[in-house]
């Protein structure tokens, strides 16, 4: 192929209309005939990257396996691509203004005055042409994150609109995504909406040549000519995005739409090859014809916020699929959790996930949630904090170090069973600095962890600045709880189990942010189809 080509992905009206996941299945469906493509989200704020920011403000922060910490919307593109993202598929206005001041301080704009136009609009295009830069890709496919008209969405734009100029014809297209609301009074679809958001592109000089109306109504033909006529769009590129049982059937509808073929068709490209789409079809399929339900209690402390938990319950949705089995993950917060209530709390619970955090707030009914699943015999996954967790509660309930404790929530504790990882200290920025990304881990034979990966070294993501103290393992290992992975060059505890119960792991990494739809990571299935084996 002669060149990159570019899809810019916009939004109006409202936020939450689903950007990602309409960028994600585009993206599935152009993979699907044969394209090699990649997506990138630019997000508006200044923070140099979501890392430093609380879940409750954005959900969750994914991180790459080059240890970008990321957007959320990163974790749907590789669970719909099934290939890695990286640190260039995420860019903020915070890295684009560091790029661009680190650039002055260096005396490298002798002299100019430094301005958004054109210095920051043209550090954003470098950004977004970077990733088509080494051909990898035929198509780059870039999500602008905000709503057309936000203040901070416009050098954005503006920046779209040089690179729609300066790329040429049928080199990139824009597709804009708006909201078609239901009036049930009027009971009418309203398009008025959409008119407006297309004319604030209009005015910031860029014309869509794709629009997604996001509908919870069917839209008549009638209403799909009236919005092209209206915006200046061809009839057959208004697409109707209906709201559907699962973001996974996305790509299937939007195949229906033909937004693949118009994408194609608009960006020159031949539309050769049938969209190879066997394996997601046969994933719905089995998403909708599972022969079990279990309950998982996911213990956490941003409980109000699902998307605090993105990639974990997806890859429940994932693991349960290859399971024939429902997952309903129940989330549970941990500030609820008492000693006293535990039967209460966990009640109908086929297995109990204690999930990764940060902080003191919340610890303690993590810890009862890990007494109790291993008490009671009862399937436990611990992720990253839910591993300490799991240390925490060993080294006081079995062992007897009754002040075991990790020195991110008691600093100067007699027992420091989890404590700050050598390479950590005299660390005082907060942002960027964890032990981040794809470290391999190392698997001893004949325990949960081979029977899971049945392999002798594998490589998972981590975010974390804490880890197993070492110098208390031989006295784990003597009381019952084991290391089964550990990393090959530090020694470094990157997996604990319990042999003698049922089914009890404690990750130091992140299995969720690897479990794509076609690739359903092989913890989560081992766990799930433990979970099926108890009777509640
Ligand atoms: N707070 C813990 C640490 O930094 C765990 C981090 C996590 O759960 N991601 O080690």
Known sequence: ???????????????????????????????????????????????????????????????????????????????????????????????????????????????????????????????????????????????????????ESLPYIESVRQL???????????????????????KELKTKPTQHSVKALLENGIQPDVLVLRTEHTLTKAIRSKVARFCNVDNDAVIESIDLRTIYEVPLKMLDEKLDQITLRKLGLPIEEKPELKRWREFILLLHSTKEDINIGLIGKYTELPDAYKSIIESFIHGGASNSCKVHVKLIHSETITP???????????????????GHRGIAGKIIATQY??????????????????????????????????????????????????EQKGISDIGGTMRLGAYPCRIKRNTIADSVYQSNEV???????????????????????????????????????????????????????????????PLFISFIKAAMNVNT
């Open 164 to 186: 729609k100029w300066e790329l040429g014809y049928q080199n990139s297209i824009v597709i804009h995504l708006t909201l078609v609301p239901f009036l049930s009074a009027a």
């Open 373 to 422: 699943a291993r008490e009671k015999n009862i399937p436990f996954l611990g992720i990253c904090l839910g591993m300490q967790c799991a240390v925490i509660e060993f080294g006081r309930n079995v062992i007897g170090l009754q002040k075991a404790n990790s020195t991110e929530m008691h600093r100067t504790t007699p027992h420091p069973v989890i404590d700050l990882m050598e």
């Open 1 to 151: 192929m002669a060149s990159t080509k570019y899809i810019f992905v916009t939004g109006g009206v409202t936020s939450s209309l689903g950007k990602g996941i309409i960028s994600a299945s585009l993206a599935k469906l152009l993979q699907a005939r044969g394209y090699s493509v990649t997506i990138q989200k630019l997000d508006p704020y200044l923070n140099v990257d979501p890392g430093t920011l609380n879940p409750y403000e954005h959900g969750e922060c994914f991180v790459t396996e080059d240890g970008a910490e990321t957007d959320l919307d990163l974790g749907h593109y590789e669970r719909f691509l099934n290939i890695p993202t990286s640190q260039a598929n995420n860019v903020t206005t915070g890295k684009i203004y560091q790029s661009v001041i680190n650039k002055e301080r260096k005396g490298d704009y002798l002299g100019k005055t430094v301005q958004v136009i054109p210095h920051i609009t043209d550090e954003i295009k470098r950004r977004i042409k970077l990733l088509g830069t080494k051909k990898k890709f035929d198509v780059v496919i870039t999500e602008i994150g905000g709503t057309v008209g936000d203040i």
């Open 340 to 358: 006293e209530n535990t039967d209460e709390s966990f009640e109908g619970l086929h297995g109990i996930l204690v999930a990764p955090g940060f």
């Open 459 to 521: 490589t998972e993501r981590h975010r974390h600045r804490y880890e197993l103290n070492n110098d208390y393992l031989a006295e784990y290992e003597k009381y019952g709880m084991i290391a089964s992975g550990i990393n090959p060059e530090t020694n470094l505890v990157e997996i604990i189990e319990i042999p003698k119960h049922k089914w009890f792991v404690g990750v130091q990494f992140h299995p969720e942010y690897k479990s794509t739809v076609v690739n359903p990571h």
